[in-house]
């Protein structure tokens, strides 16, 4: 699976940005999709995942109610609307899947999943 999001760019506090993941090549096998985002010197956070079987949604504590993931299953792409921005989400967003029958048992989790986009950046100024 091929992954190419687009999106990003430099937003003021409060305002809103769409983030786009595109998926080719084996998405009839994807079970998760999910958003990860990483600030300079941090960790890869959970941003918000979809998991296909049920169409659950999840989100992070910090971007709950706030962000939206949304997908167009014709086009095989997933968006991450982000709303109400804050300085603290300056980040580089990632996509990614699992494809693993597991991967939608534990979704906030790096480890469940396989394939990632090659991120985007978002810069929130305040």
């Known amino acids: 699976v091929q992954l190419q999001a687009s999106g990003g760019g430099l937003e003021q506090a409060g305002g809103s940005l769409r983030l786009s993941c595109a998926a080719s090549?084996?998405?009839?096998?994807?079970?998760?999709t999910g958003w990860f985002r990483q600030a300079p010197g941090q960790e890869r956070e959970f941003v918000t995942a979809f998991r296909r079987r049920g169409g659950t949604t999840y989100y992070g504590d910090s971007v709950k109610g706030r962000f939206t993931i949304s997908r167009d299953n014709p086009k095989n792409t997933v968006y991450l609307q982000m709303n109400n921005l804050k300085p603290e989400d300056t980040a580089v967003y990632y996509c990614?899947?699992?494809?693993?029958?597991?991967?939608?048992?534990?979704?906030?989790?790096?480890?469940?999943?396989?394939?990632w986009g090659q991120g985007t950046q978002v810069t929130v100024s305040s």
């Open positions: 990614a899947v699992g494809l693993r029958s597991d991967s939608g048992a534990y979704p906030i989790t790096v480890r469940s999943y396989d394939y």
């Open positions: 090549g084996r998405t009839s096998s994807i079970v998760v």
